[in-house]
């Protein structure tokens, strides 16, 4: 059973940085895509970013310019940095996993940003 396990939420400031992990407790190599999506109270999950197996990336209008994604084959991981936080960039955050015969999930990480 594939295994997706987030860590590095928490509280930060406004202007602050986080950077979420998420390992794979199978290979990523043959993934097809990882990304980030995040549900904040009262809405709908939303994707955040998306990295696919060949490196291509694209990322919500609202994070663009603030949030990177990248991953690592050799640690079966994928990263968010995020920088410069906004008070609405408060959310459960939620690593995902695309491949030929389906999508998994993690379990999510909270991120609050507040004063």
């Known amino acids: 059973q594939v295994q997706l396990v987030e860590s590095g939420g928490g509280l930060v400031q406004p202007g602050g940085s986080l950077r979420l992990s998420c390992v794979h407790s199978?290979?990523?190599?043959?993934?097809?895509?990882m990304g980030w999506y995040r549900q904040a109270p009262g809405k709908q999950r939303e994707l955040v970013a998306r990295i696919s197996s060949g490196g291509r990336t694209n990322y919500a209008d609202s994070v663009k310019g603030r949030f990177g994604i990248s991953r690592d084959n050799t640690k079966n991981t994928v990263y968010l940095q995020m920088n410069s936080l906004k008070p609405e960039d408060t959310a459960v955050y939620y690593c995902?996993?695309?491949?030929?015969?389906?999508?998994?999930w993690g379990q999510g990480t909270q991120v609050t940003v507040s004063s």
């Open positions: 995902n996993a695309e491949s030929l015969v389906g999508v998994s």
């Open positions: 199978r290979s990523v190599s043959r993934l097809t895509a």
